[in-house]
C-alpha cells in the first residue's frame, strides 16, 4: 500500500494480436503508475496450448515480449510504470523467462513476477474420475483424449501480491480480464477481501479498460464522431481510493470518450448486471451511473460487489472435429439466387462423394448470402442484388470430409452461374472444431504460486462462499409509457448499443441516450420482441425463454442475455459472426414507439 489518493492506469491490449501502438502512445502521454494488458480469450488458450505441443518453450503472447516490452522497455524504467499482464497464456514461465532476458540484455534492473497455478490440464484425467457437467448447456464432459487446455481463471490478490513483494513487471496465465487493473488498486489502496464494494468498482475499472480502444470510440454506435481512428487514444482509469473513477485519453489522439462509449463498455458481454460473477467479488453494476466530465473525460460512480464466490470458472477447451468454408463473390442480375444455386450445387457432389465411401454427412452446413441482409432473418429489406459474397461452410468428424467440399467448391468453377468472381486463388484446408466447455472449480483445488526473483511462494486465495442469485433485488423496471400520438422510430435514434458472446450466448447492452426513452424503449423490446429478431439464429427460432432482460436503472441501460444463439461460439461457430458483434447493430434496426413531439426535440 502506497498511500495514494489516486493511480493512473492506462489500458494497452484487448486480445492477442491487438496494435502495439498503445503502449508507446500511453508512455508518450506521461504521468501513469500502470499500464495494463489483456491477450487472453478461450481460443487463444487452445491455440496456445496446441503452440506449446509443439515446442515446451512456446505458449504466450510473444507479441508483448517482443513488439510491445523490448522498443519500450527503457522508457518504462525511466518513468517507473510498472507493467501487468496475462501474456503468460499457458507458459507463463517461458514469458517470464525470455523477459528477464531482455531486461538483462539491456542493462536494465527491474524486478518481474510470475504468477501459476490456472493451467490443470496435467489433471485432466484426475478430473474426469468425477467429471463435471458444463455451466450453461449440462452437457457431458468431453472425451479425455480430445481435450486441449483446462484453465481456472484467477483474480487480482496473487497480482496484488507480487506488487507489494516489490514486483516491476507482473506476468499471469488465464486470469479474468479486470484482474489485471483490481490488482493494481488492491496493492495501491490497500483493499481487503471483505472491501466488496471497492472491489467491484476497481474490477469496473479493469472492465472499462480491459477492451482498449472500446471504451474510446472504437466499436461505438456513433461511429464517426470517433474522428481519426488511425491515431485513436486508448483509455486511461483515474481511480479513487472509494472506488470512484475517470475514463480519459491521451491528449491529441483520436477517437472520443463520452457517456456513450463507457456505457457501451460497461454493458459488453457482462451477462446478468447484478451477478457479475469474478473470482474476488461478485458485482453489481446495475446502479452505476456515467457522466460526462469535461472534454473527453467521464465519470464513473462506485459499483455494489458480494462476497467472492467459493470456485474459479474454468475454462476447457477441446477438439470436435473440423470445419472448412469459403467466401466466394457472385456479380449481376440475381446474384444472390445464383450464389444459392451454387451452394446447393456443390453440397449435392459433395454429399455424393461421401455416400459412395459410406462416410458420415455433414454434422452442421451454413449458406449465408452476405449482401442481401441474411443476417437480419424475417426483417431484412432487401429482395435481392446485384452483388454479394457468399459463405459456405460445412463441419464434418472427418478432415477429409471437410477438405471434400472445399474440393468441390474450386472444381466447380466453370459449372457455376455466372458471375463468380473471387480474390484469392487456390484452396484453404480445413481447421479443426474447437469448443469450449465452462465448469467450476473450488478455490481449494487450486494451487497458485508468484514467484519473484527465484523466490517462490505458494499463495492462498480466500475461499468465498457460494453465491445465491436467489437474494438478488431486482429494480423497479421502467413505468409503462403513454400511448397518445405515437410515431415509429428506430432504435439507434433513441439508444447506443454493443454486442459480443458468452461462450453460445449473446450479450446485447442497450443504452437510452435520454433517460425520457427508457420507458418506450423497455415497453418495446420485451423479450419476445428480442426472440423474434432473431429467431434465425437462436436453435429453436423464436423461443422467448432464451431470452433474458435486465435493467441498468443508473446508466439507463437494457442487457439482453440470449441462449444457444450463436452456433457454437467461437471457432466452433460456422457463422459469419459467430461472437454476436454485430447483433446489437441489428437490434438498433427495430421500431420503437415515441410520442411524436418526441421526435420534434431540439
Known sequence: MTGKKTIRIGGASGYWGESAMATRQLLAGGGL???????????????????????????????????????NLRDIARQGVKIISNAGGVNPTS???????????????????????????????????TPPRE???????PDNEKIVSINAYLGAFPIANALDRGADIVITGRSVDSAVTL???????GWRADDWDKLASGSLAGHILECGPQATGGNFTDWEAAGDIANIGYPIAEISNDGAFTVAKPENTGGIVNVGTVSEQLVYEIGDPQAYMLPDVVCDFSDVTIAQDGDNRVRVSPAK??????????????????????????????ADRKARAFADAAFERSRDILRQFNAADYSETSIEVIGVESQYGDFSKIASAREVVLKIAAKHDDAMGAGLLLKEIAGMGLATPPGLSGFSFGRPKPTPVVRLFSYLTAKQDVSITVELEAETTNFNDKQGIAFNSDQIVRPKPPAA???????????INLAWGRSGDKGDKANIG???????????????????????RFAHFIKGGADTSKVQRFFLPGSNAIN???????????????RSDPQGKAYAQILLDHPIPIPRSMTQKP
Not at 496450448?49 to 503472447?61: E, F, L, S, T, V
Not at 490488482?183 to 489502496?189: Q, S
Open 33 to 71: 503508475d500502470y499500464i495494463v494488458f489483456d491477450y487472453l480469450a478461450e481460443i487463444t488458450m487452445s491455440i496456445m496450448a496446441r503452440a506449446r505441443d509443439k515446442d515446451p518453450d512456446a505458449g504466450y503472447a510473444t507479441d508483448f515480449v517482443y513488439s510491445v516490452l523490448k522498443p
Open 95 to 129: 514469458c517470464g523467462t525470455a523477459v528477464r532476458a531482455m531486461i538483462k540484455e539491456q542493462g536494465l534492473d527491474l524486478k518481474v513476477a510470475i504468477i501459476t497455478g490456472d493451467d490443470l490440464i496435467d489433471r485432466k484425467d484426475a478430473i474426469a474420475t
Open 135 to 141: 455451466l450453461y448447456s449440462d452437457s457431458e464432459f
Open 183 to 189: 490488482g493494481a488498486c488492491i496493492h495501491e489502496f
Open 305 to 334: 460487489g458480494a462476497p467472492a464466490p467459493d470456485s474459479y470458472k474454468t475454462s476447457l477447451t477441446y477438439h470436435d472435429g473440423y470445419r472448412a468454408g469459403m467466401l466466394l463473390g457472385f456479380t449481376g442480375v440475381d
Open 481 to 491: 409509457p403513454s400511448q397518445d400520438d405515437l410515431i415509429d422510430t428506430a432504435l
Open 510 to 532: 442497450v443504452i437510452a441516450r435520454d433517460a425520457a426513452y427508457l420507458p418506450f424503449i423497455w415497453a418495446a423490446l420485451s423479450e419476445e420482441a428480442v426472440a423474434k
Open 560 to 574: 439482453f442475455l440470449i441462449d444457444t444463439v450463436l452456433g457454437g461460439g467461437g471457432v466452433a461457430s460456422l
